[in-house]
């Protein structure tokens, strides 16, 4: 007994001590407060400040989510990460408050939503609380019995359908008529009761804290739907306000009315394109007179709908967009117009997926399937600033933070009511097209350092036979891909060898010569036993298998490096004949026919087959499968971003722009135009923004490059013969120096070919 309270103590200081600061907070609550499903509460600080100082950052920890006010000012609108780092711990923010603070008294108000039960984003502690710490010169606001607290009864959870289980939120139901008096209003002094005190920083069930790792989210602030009142159509009493694109919102209202009547609002997302499932809505409850209301829970999609009741005055309609803090850096044009908009649309589908963590669909499940994250997360490097690269670290870490005792790993996490391991998604996210893709683009060594024993632990389960290919592993669900004729054996080794790939990578800069070496004798003894076993002179197949032949292998074995270049023409004969990969494998169809040099057929095949949601004038996003509702897949969500893997290779295969060393130290461009005469990116780098364009008028290719300082581009030109290269108007001798060696600056290249 002694012994456990000795430890008790550690690990409570330890919590305490994070980051070597002290935390002199308590975690709060509302004495009357419940601990239920979709709960929500009001906190309240008044504090007298004789100077501001420069610098007054809070940390703020709750579960799950809140809004802050001081001095009646927004400052935060919805704070807090979903739970968790691993299955035990809780993010908290850090917000510098001095901005807002005044000489004399202020007042902190906070907005507590406790989501109160498990999703497949997030673990519910089980218990509502508040913990706010902050200590600068001259402030000591921290959480205690000081603080005033209590439910906020006017928010309750709409009747059904409720949303599924999937979703650890809540449909937001809102009854004005029980409003209290405005307690975020520094003029106010309503009477609210004393916060009680439930313990320290480190107690159970919050336990360790761990900083947000990534950025508050963007309020681009509220703004009126396309057109106006006037304008927006009306059905019945359902008003239907259209979005410029599918994004992340909370709906506003401000209507006049008598008392009890009820606004209910929702997207088309839920109305009709909701994957199957029942997701998220909102309604509210008038009180009597002019009143304005904002719900809280955000949603998603192309139109809001408002089922207005007879005898309610429509004063305005309004939305606020809220998202991941990232600036649409990179860039793509080209003159194909179909490739232009590919690009576009799986732009506007990758952001839409960014919250919290990497999300395969905001609307039906709001997780983190680590196979979409994989595709995203590369996405996000060509099309995104340098800020998202923090969602992507997150991912990595949470993946492996939720590693089993046993060392198997699983997705989506955080998560409740989830634990079963996809081993091919695993295998996709800790091998070559995961973290070893997120350092060659962030030179981020100490992931590496981290992550990488993790990850040998997991590899170690993978039974082997002595050829060196491994045997199914059927962990929690033996998935492959969405989709028909899946030969699972071969896709399976193939997963397996891109993360031995990864890990002999990792070895290699982590100086692990004896892991290096130890995976390279791995990989050649699994090339050629994969090799001898499944290709069969035409195409790969298991012996044992009877389907089609199944296009996700060959792309794989060519991405990975396990076919060599002879098998090129069989392959590209599979490619022309067999269309079974779902969206989120298409991506390595694609790569794997850039890489063996056919740009032309792999743009004409991507556009059969993404044809039918590029086109689609009605979404602004890609869909999960190649159709809507029972033509799509696992539901078939309307906003899937691992389809988007074609923004991807158009950046990095047909402009050519790859790192080539950790953080772009050097990087390549080498561009595949096939019949493509006009083409240009931007990738913004952790060095400083890549720009690249090509123009091919008949014999003659020009080409622009930019630089960052820091960096060395390498330059290699398509193939072909080029009699005359030309780079800032001096001869360069292609013949013996065909790869173009470019230093920070501006470039300019002509070259002119026979």
């Known amino acids: 007994m002694i012994r456990l309270c000795i430890i008790a103590l550690l690990l409570l200081f330890i919590g305490q001590t994070m980051y070597g600061q002290v935390w002199q907070a308590k975690w709060i609550a509302a004495v009357d407060g419940k ?9 309240r600080k008044d504090i007298e ?61 906070v907005k507590l939503w406790f989501f109160g039960k498990d999703g497949f984003s997030h673990k519910n502690s089980g218990q509502a609380g508040l913990l706010f710490d902050c200590v600068a010169e001259g402030v000591s606001l921290v959480s205690d019995s000081s603080w005033r607290a209590e439910p906020l009864r006017t928010y309750q959870t709409a009747p059904p359908p409720l949303p599924n289980y999937r979703l650890p939120e809540s449909s937001i139901g809102y009854d004005a008529r029980l409003e209290q008096a405005d307690w975020k209003d520094p003029n106010q002094m309503e009477e609210m009761p004393n916060a009680i005190e439930i313990g320290s920083a480190g107690i159970l069930p919050w336990n360790k804290l761990v900083r947000r790792p990534i950025p508050l989210w963007k309020d681009f602030g509220l703004k009126n739907y396309v057109g106006n009142l006037k304008t927006y159509q009306q059905r019945g009493d359902t008003i239907l306000c259209q979005l410029p694109y599918n994004a992340q919102f909370t709906p506003y209202l401000r209507v006049k009315a008598r008392a009890g009547q009820k606004i209910v609002m929702m997207t088309d997302n839920y109305v009709h394109y909701n994957g199957s499932d029942d997701n998220i809505r909102a ?28 005898g309610v005055e429509v004063l305005d309609l309004k939305y606020r967009e809220t998202g991941y803090d990232t600036e649409f850096a990179g860039s793509f044009s080209s003159s194909d117009d179909f490739l232009n908009k590919l690009w576009e649309k799986a732009r506007r589908t990758l952001y839409i997926t960014m919250r919290d963590t990497y999300m395969d669909c905001p609307d039906r499940e709001r997780a983190q ?12 490097f060509y099309a995104l600033d340098t800020a998202s690269h923090a969602l992507a670290r997150k991912w990595l870490y949470e993946l492996i933070g939720w590693q089993r005792e046993d060392s198997s790993l699983y997705a989506p996490v955080p998560a409740g009511n989830w634990d079963k391991e996809l081993p091919d998604q695993v295998l996709a996210s800790i091998g ?28 170690a389960l993978w039974e082997k036979e002595e050829s060196g290919l491994v045997k199914i592993r059927e962990g929690g669900w033996l998935w492959g891909d969405w989709g028909d004729n899946k030969d699972m054996l071969p896709i399976f080794n193939l997963w397996y060898y891109l993360a031995l790939k990864g890990s002999q990578l990792m070895a ?3 100086g692990l010569q004896e892991d290096e070496a130890k995976h390279a004798q791995a990989m050649r003894l699994f090339a050629h036993s994969f090799n001898q076993r499944f290709w069969n002179g035409k195409a790969y197949r298991d012996p044992q298998y009877t389907g089609k032949t199944d296009d996700r292998v060959h792309a794989l074995a060519v991405v990975s490096g396990v076919a060599d270049s002879s098998k090129s023409p069989a392959i590209m004969d599979v490619f022309a004949t067999e269309e079974h990969a779902s969206p989120y494998m298409e991506k390595y169809v694609y790569e794997a026919m850039y890489q063996m040099g056919f740009p032309e057929e792999a743009n004409v095949r991507h556009e059969k087959r993404f044809s039918m949601m590029v086109n689609n004038e009605y979404f602004s996003t890609l869909f999960e499968g190649w159709g809507i509702g029972g ?7 309307v906003n899937h971003a691992w389809s988007g893997g074609g923004l991807t290779i158009l950046s990095s295969y047909l402009c050519g722009i790859r790192p080539l060393e950790p953080g772009y130290k050097t990087f390549l461009v080498a561009p595949q135009l096939g019949a493509i005469t006009q083409a240009s990116a931007a990738v913004a780098s952790v060095r400083g923004m890549i720009k690249a364009s090509f123009n091919r008028n008949q014999d003659t290719l020009n080409m622009e490059l930019t630089v960052p300082e820091g960096a060395t581009a390498i330059l290699q030109l398509p193939a072909g013969k080029h009699r005359e290269v030309i780079v800032n108007g001096n001869q360069h001798d292609f013949d013996r120096h065909p790869q173009i060696h470019l230093p920070h600056g501006n470039w300019f290249v002509k070259s002119i070919t026979d």
């Open 508 to 510: 290699g800069e982590l």
């Open 283 to 310: 309604e509210y409850i008038t009180k009597e007179g002019v009143q304005e209301y904002e719900s809280l829970g955000w949603l998603n999609g192309h139109w809001m709908y408002y089922i207005i009741p007879e």
């Open 369 to 380: 399937w680590t196979g979409d994250a994989v595709l995203e997360a590369e996405e996000a």
């Open 35 to 43: 601990d239920t499903v979709n709960a929500w509460f009001a906190f």
């Open 631 to 637: 033509e799509g897949f696992g539901g078939g969500t």
């Open 432 to 459: 070559y097209y995961g973290i070893w893709t997120y350092y060659l683009h962030t030179g981020d060594l100490q992931a590496l350092e981290d992550l990488y024993p993790a990850i040998q632990r997991y590899l």
């Open 49 to 109: 400040i004789a100077n501001v100082p420069k610098a007054a950052v809070a940390k703020i920890a709750v579960d799950s989510k809140y809004w802050l006010w001081v001095n009646g000012e927004m400052v935060v609108f919805e704070g807090g990460l979903k739970r968790g780092p691993n299955p035990y711990d809780t993010y908290y923010d850090e917000v510098d408050i001095a901005p807002y603070l005044q000489k004399g008294r202020n007042t902190v108000a």
